[in-house]
Nanobody, 126 residues
Framework: QVPLAESGGGLVQAGESLRLSCVGS????????VGWFRRAPGKAREFVAG????????YYGDSVLGRSTISRDGAKDTVTLQVNSLKPEDTAVYYC???????????????????WGQGTQVTVSA
């Protein structure tokens, strides 16, 4: 198992920002695309953002498009997700995972992800 560890969650008010970090083994975090997902109570896990390993191309889910940024820090083997203008509907457990799908498989497709972290809780109060 590749240990991935998320951090940075917490309780914030609507309109504030959070910066979530995903730290993992260099062998995998540097080699593969990394994605962030979230699961709100009673809902399925949904894609939030992803970043490829080579070109650094980024992808965002509709729910956070325009108010979030995903980035890599290669030296620290960390993928960071910044979400601004948080809303109560952003309340969820946020997870990161490694994309191990074949060439051409979508970064946005959850079926290609493995090695999930334990998640970090984000709670946004109105």
């Amino acid at each position: 198992q590749v240990p991935l560890a998320e951090s940075g969650g917490g309780l914030v008010q609507a309109g504030e920002s959070l910066r979530l970090s995903c730290v993992g083994s260099a062998r995998f975090v540097r080699r593969y695309a990394v994605g962030w997902f979230r699961r709100a109570p009673g809902k399925a896990r949904e894609f939030v953002a992803g970043i490829t390993s080579t070109s650094g191309s980024t992808y965002y889910g509709d729910s956070v498009l325009g108010r979030s940024t995903i980035s890599r820090d290669g030296a620290k083997d960390t993928v960071t997700l910044q979400v601004n203008s948080l809303k109560p509907e952003d309340t969820a457990v946020y997870y990161c995972a490694v994309h191990t799908g074949p060439p051409g498989s979508k970064v946005t497709d959850i079926v290609w992800y493995e090695y999930w972290g334990q998640g970090t809780q984000v709670t946004v109060s109105a």
